[in-house]
């Protein structure tokens, strides 16, 4: 047997390719294709009297200009509303191209196709739009006052109201010996990959001599879902799916905004591709992804909460106003998973959870890695800080008293996710997590760390945040594996890749299945050609949905190969064993057969093309002429195709520790250390886990510290720059130190968790909790800066902002369950 | 985000390059390093009809340091003024300064004087130029003039430059003995444009007492701040605690703006910590045998 | 409408090439569209995000805020292309982000191989926090930067433990100028 390659820290094999600049990203394609560009609305909200394009095909290298009324049958209708809820009152979804209205800053209004780029931009300058500028609605408070409605025909802004109930909470918490009320804030943020979206396509029209409608489109887009795009795009342009192919390059990072689909460019390339019978490329620049691209995070929260003395929740009751933007075309998946995973490892005696999803005019609202969870983890989160504070009880003992036990697993917390199924954590040992965090960043040794800082002058914090992450939801994935007859051994799952790694770990899980050098495994994502059934790569599932499929695919093209090895060793299939690319006789390893040699066996030849497949042809050599070549039941060919499709989500957890140091002049903060403990089930492969995890910590760190979408009240984004969207450099992130829990779950071959959002979630809960420490007031609004905190301490100073009561020593938190883990550093 | 369509020219004279830009008027733009002209074009918010570039120029790319103190040509990168020893020697508020320009990239190819015309309030290098009296060399069709620095930047990213003409060269005079300089400034991340920056220049006398002092603020006024604190600091001890009055002097004179990453009343609070660390730095500096009177101890 | 074209000449990775170019050309789409070389990448257009860093006359640049027929005025231009030495082995710093881990969707990659490997040309021993001075200026949206940090040092370690031996070629070895404080570009 070779060396295992599950769980080991391999090197990825993606990366001689990119570190070469041989990377193919979209914009890498279509050489010769034209560009397109959008015309978009200067305005939040407007209707379109008139658009004149007179003066724009006077640009050398125009092409075509469309609008709105170029579209006609499905096209000309609003685009999908992806994930309907009974929950939604009233869904909107935009146009392709602007029908009369347009809603936000951003919208498309008008498609230039041109020679290149520069041309396209300056016929796009060119085109003058009349519109008649109606009011805003910019933020939570004027979207639910609803003094302005966003959208014509409704009465507010109110786009979906859901109220989950476990118990009766609302009784509970009236009940409870003690209770507190909070009011949470959470500001916009947004995903801002380093490469953003792109589509380009390629419309090989009928060939007269069939007759029949046979054309072919090729559609290549920086998506998280190919064969969602290929769905979205043949119906809108009335194809059958057998005539869209959809091919997913290397993309640039996704983490959550490139699952959207179809944008309304996604289908309006393709179709312009196809009506000019033209190559049409469109490759959105950074000022387009900050205004109409997708955002998330915006919430206003509002939590009572009754507990009892030692600190249990005996009832929790949360309102949730949750900013949608424009439209609706995710559904309400953010504020579902915000309301469910608000709860983490705890169990509350009572649950009572309502959110109202709201309209505003300004860019649409959908998953951005943690999808709602660092909101949740911010309510309940700042909440168990403040029945510590309550009671004088330390932080993470009020955590202890409420973690859910693992002899309690699986554990149903009584609500519906957001996959439609139940929300039933299926392992995890929580109280082993507090105790690693507690030891992982020296919990109890703080006091004295901070009594030293303060004898310096220096001021520092330290807060805890956890959370539980459902992960890895269906519907389903699929694998193919192939060994080829030179032996290699080709793998493709439908869903795609944005830097994940899926091409190192799905060979490594092949790789151990087969028992083949991991150098012979090649792995296809995204592509609609290879594997056409596939749902995308979203909420951390590639590992869990695809790395199941990949094993199970293996397994079912192992037993293929053992029966046709059994045959040619004249051995019994339960005597042999699969060992480094061959099969073999066990305890009899010279007694074996090539994998390849298998692969050339399995498919029964007529015609010999090289020296392997002769092997195979009809006069090689002896035959049972009593059946068929190909016998009853098989198919031809070494290869394995199956499907995971779980019965839920499987739940990860882990917990996050920051020490921060804020300047008592500046206000500047400072994280002078971020741990991370985290359990994602098995682990196969640490280096990649660990790399996901540093990436979402700095997005949690950027979300907490620096990121934010400043729209003014017009709806104009004033800060549509890197220059003024503080994107963290390496600079403003810190080192983080993990520990790994590996608690498998039961719900996949593989035991697995998926791994990918986790980093980001715990981001503000923590570093609000930690600057709270600090200053000594509480932080109860995000993110937070050196400004913003500048003002916090005068209207602390001036009494408006609650103190926070000094925080007891933690050593009287070691009767606790936690212990105290070592002696302070 | 591509740039409008533009002429271009790439004289290797000056006079040549002074002539194309007077011919094409308001609507011709210099380009040298253009670090900040060319977001600028790729943004659309600036579309010039004639661009001159003077990466050719002869004559520009010269760094001279001399008694009067450093000349610093239109074609020196930011990068190789800070890699200048002599210059560092002569001025040491220009290491001061540039270390704190954008990031190492961005100096590259960015030029100082670029940086001044462009004017930018928060912009360190119009700062230096400004707290060290300096003078900006300008060539127009009329000839060669010499802007006094407090002239020459007349507004957020306005200059005395007239339509035509090119800032050829930017003089910054040696401190005058026994001064030493700072620059501090805040950012929200490390490179960006200061939320607030103090230069200071500080003189002692041989006692160790303050003879001058003076500060530059950027990023809370239109253009660059100096404020002269010699009245508040002559005579005193450049300790911390003694600075707070003549930091606070400086802050009044701000007058800052809210905007996306700052309120206004925090720039200005920035405005009097970072003048006190400034004048703290600049004391500690300063080139006089005398005891430090930053942190008490004798060097 | 017609737009003034220039013929220029740009030597890149070592070869000379030719191309026909309007002026407003920026020198990243020259690379990109008219060379063909891809590997530098666009990520901003605003000079922030050093996706497209070069090196031009062996100094890192962002040539998306430099006009093409501006770059005809330097000797060399080095792309991430160029890099590797002319057999293949990769430069010391496309081993240590390979092996590091420092890279994970690898948009932003080419732009920090490039400017490390002219700060480790300038700076062959760097320390940890010299290294994460090194790459603040690069924006990565993936890594949280820990493992490019890691394999800043690590390429360091890489070329010196291949003095005595031929290592990879240096960026820009060719018409490279000399070190910073001498020449100027």
């Not at chain 1, 020679?115 to 016929?123: I, L, S, T, V």
């Amino acid at each position: 047997m070779s060396t295992r390659m599950f769980g080991a820290p391999v090197q990825r094999s993606e990366d001689a390719r990119l570190v070469a600049g041989r990377g193919a990203f979209l914009d890498d394609l279509g050489a010769g294709a034209c560009a397109a560009a959008f015309v978009r609305s200067p305005h939040a909200r407007a209707r379109i009297r008139d658009i004149d394009a007179t003066d724009a095909v006077d640009v050398a290298g125009i092409i075509a200009v469309f609008t709105y009324e170029d579209l006609s049958g499905a096209m000309a209708e609003p685009l999908p509303l992806l994930i309907p809820h009974p929950c939604i009152v009233d869904g909107r979804t935009p146009y392709a191209l602007a029908r009369e209205h347009v809603h936000y800053v951003g919208e498309p209004v008008a498609m230039v196709v041109a020679a290149d780029r520069y041309a396209a931009e300056d016929a796009a300058a060119r085109i003058r739009v009349d519109y008649e500028v109606g009011e805003a609605v910019v933020g939570v408070d004027a979207a639910v006052s609803a003094e302005r409605t966003v959208h014509a025909g409704m009465a507010d802004n109110v786009a979906a109201h859901l109220v989950q109930e476990v118990g009766d909470a609302r009784a509970a918490v009236a009940a409870a010996p003690n209770s507190l009320e909070l009011e949470l804030d959470i500001e916009r943020s947004a995903a801002t990959p380093l490469e953003g979206r792109g589509v380009y396509a390629r419309w090989e029209p009928a060939t007269s001599a069939t007759g029949t409608d046979d054309g072919r489109l090729r559609v290549y887009s920086s998506t998280q879902t190919a064969t969602g795009v290929r769905a979205a795009v043949a119906a809108k342009l009335e194809l059958a799916l057998g005539q869209v192919d959809v091919v997913v390059p290397d993309v640039g990072g996704g983490f959550g905004v490139k699952i959207v689909h179809p944008w309304p460019e996604e289908v309006m390339v393709p179709w312009a591709a196809r009506r000019l019978g033209r190559e049409v490329k469109w490759v959105e620049d950074r000022r387009e992804h900050f205004v109409a691209a997708a955002h998330e995070r915006a919430q206003r929260q509002r939590v009572r909460v009754g507990f009892d003395d030692s600190g249990r929740i005996l009832g929790l009751d949360v309102d949730i106003l949750h900013d949608n933007g424009a439209y609706l075309p995710y559904g309400v998946i953010v504020p579902i998973v915000t309301s469910t995973q608000l709860l983490g490892p705890y169990k509350p005696g009572a649950y009572r959870v309502e959110f109202r999803s709201l309209y505003t005019t300004t860019a649409v609202v959908t998953p951005y890695r943690g999808a709602g969870r660092p909101q949740g983890v911010f309510a309940m989160e700042r909440t168990m800080d403040a029945v510590a504070d309550h009671l004088g009880l330390d932080r993470l003992q009020v955590r202890a008293a409420n973690v859910i036990r693992p002899e309690e697993m699986p554990y149903d917390q009584g609500l519906m996710f957001q996959d439609g199924r139940p929300l039933i954590y299926d392992s995890g040992d929580y109280p082993r997590m507090l105790e690693m965090i507690a030891e992982l960043v020296d919990w109890p040794g703080f006091a004295e760390y901070r009594e030293r800082a303060r004898r310096e002058g220096r001021r520092v914090g330290i807060g805890v945040a956890c959370y539980v992450e459902g992960t890895g939801p269906g519907p389903y994935e699929g694998g193919h594996v192939q060994v080829e007859t030179s032996g290699k051994v080709r793998v493709a799952t439908g869903l795609t890749s944005q830097g994940q790694g899926h091409g190192t770990v799905l060979a490594q899980i092949v790789a151990d299945e087969l028992d083949v050098p991991i150098a012979d495994v090649e792995v296809t994502t995204g592509d609609t050609r290879r594997m056409a059934y596939s749902v995308g790569t979203f909420a951390s599932r590639g590992a869990v949905t695809s790395g199941s499929a990949v094993a199970l695919a293996a397994r079912r093209l192992k037993e293929k190969a053992l029966r046709i090895a059994a045959e040619a060793l004249e051995a019994d299939a339960g005597d042999l064993e699969f060992a480094d690319g061959r099969i073999q006789v066990k305890g009899s390893p010279a007694h074996g057969i090539e994998l390849g040699t298998v692969a050339v066996l399995s498919n029964p030849l007529r015609y010999a093309f090289d020296a392997a497949s002769a092997a195979a042809t009809q006069f090689s050599g002896a035959a049972d002429h009593e059946s068929p070549p190909v016998a009853e039941g098989e198919a031809p060919g070494l290869e394995g195709t199956d499907y995971h499709s779980p019965l839920r989500c499987t739940f990860a957890n882990g917990a996050h520790a920051a020490v921060v140091e804020t300047d008592p002049d500046t206000a500047e903060i400072r994280i002078l250390r971020y741990c991370v403990v985290h359990d994602c089930g098995n682990l196969i492969n640490p280096r990649i886990v660990e790399g996901q995890v540093h990436g979402g910590v700095a997005q949690g760190v950027a979300g907490a510290l620096y990121e934010r979408m400043a729209y003014d009240s017009d709806g104009q984004l004033l800060n549509a720059s890197l220059m003024d969207f503080l994107m963290p450099y390496a600079s403003e992130v810190p080192t983080v130190e993990i520990a790994h829990m590996q608690t498998p779950s039961p719900l996949n071959p593989l035991g697995v968790k998926g791994a990918g959002e986790a980093g980001v979630i715990p981001g503000s809960a923590v570093l609000a909790a930690a600057v709270e420490d600090a200053e000594g007031f509480r932080v109860d609004r995000m993110p937070i800066s050196p400004s913003e905190l500048f003002e916090l301490r005068n209207r602390h100073a001036a009494g408006e902002v609650a103190s926070v009561p000094p925080r007891p020593s933690p050593a009287t938190a070691s009767d606790t369950s936690v212990p105290s883990a070592r002696e302070p550093r | 985000m591509k740039p409008p369509p533009f002429a271009y020219h790439a004289p290797t004279d000056l006079d040549e390059a002074v002539g194309l830009l007077a011919e094409a008027g308001d609507e011709g733009k210099v380009l040298a390093g253009g670090q900040s002209l060319i977001p600028l074009l790729n943004m659309r918010l600036a579309a010039p009809r004639v661009l001159v570039d003077i990466n050719a120029v002869a004559g520009l790319e010269d760094i001279r340091v001399d008694a009067a103190g450093v000349r610093v040509g239109a074609r020196v990168r930011h990068a190789e003024l800070e890699a200048d020893t002599a210059a560092a020697e002569a001025v040491p508020l220009l290491g001061q300064g540039l270390r704190l320009v954008a990031h190492p990239v961005i100096r590259n190819r960015g030029t100082t004087v670029g940086s001044i015309a462009h004017a930018d309030p928060s912009a360190e290098m119009p700062a230096v130029l400004a707290l060290l009296e300096g003078a900006v060399e300008v060539r127009g069709r009329a000839g060669t003039r010499t802007v006094p620095a407090a002239e020459f930047v007349t507004g957020p990213m306005e200059t005395a430059l007239a339509p035509g003409e090119i800032a050829v060269a930017a003089r910054f005079p040696r401190p005058r003995p026994g001064t030493g300089t700072a620059f501090v400034e805040t950012a929200r991340r490390n490179g960006d444009y200061a939320l607030c920056g103090a230069a200071a220049a500080v003189t002692l006398g041989a006692d160790g007492r303050i003879t001058a002092a003076r500060c530059c603020l950027i990023s809370v006024a239109p253009v660059p701040l100096v404020v002269d604190l010699t009245d508040h600091l002559a005579g005193r001890t450049a300790r911390l605690g003694d600075l707070d009055g003549a930091a606070a002097a400086a802050a009044e004179q701000a007058d800052p703006e809210d905007d996306i990453h700052a309120g206004a009343d925090y720039r200005r609070h920035l405005a009097r910590v970072l003048t006190a660390r400034a004048l703290a730095r600049a004391a500690a500096a300063a080139p006089a045998a005398v005891a430090d009177t930053y942190t008490g101890a004798s060097r | 409408m017609t737009e003034d074209v220039h013929d220029i000449r740009l030597r890149v990775n070592g070869i000379q090439h030719t191309a026909r170019v309007p002026a407003r050309r920026l020198l990243s789409d020259c690379l990109r569209h008219d060379l063909g070389l891809t590997g530098t990448h666009v990520g901003c257009e605003h000079g922030v995000c050093g996706a497209c860093t070069v090196l031009v006359d062996g100094r890192p640049v962002r040539s998306c805020l430099m006009l093409a027929v501006s770059a005809a005025q330097h000797a060399d231009i080095t792309t991430v292309e160029g890099l590797a030495a002319a057999d293949g082995t990769p430069h010391p710093v496309q081993q240590a982000f390979a092996e590091c881990h420092a890279l994970q969707c690898g948009f932003c990659t080419p732009g920090f191989l490039t400017l490390v490997a002219a700060y480790l040309r300038d700076n062959p021993d760097p320390g940890e926090d010299d290294a994460r001075e090194a790459v603040t200026g690069n924006l990565c949206r993936c890594t949280g930067y820990q493992n490019i940090v890691a394999a800043v040092l690590r390429a360091a370690e890489i070329t010196r433990g291949q003095d005595g031996v031929p290592r990879a070629r240096p960026p820009a070895e060719e018409g490279r100028v000399p070190e910073a404080g001498g020449g100027r570009p």
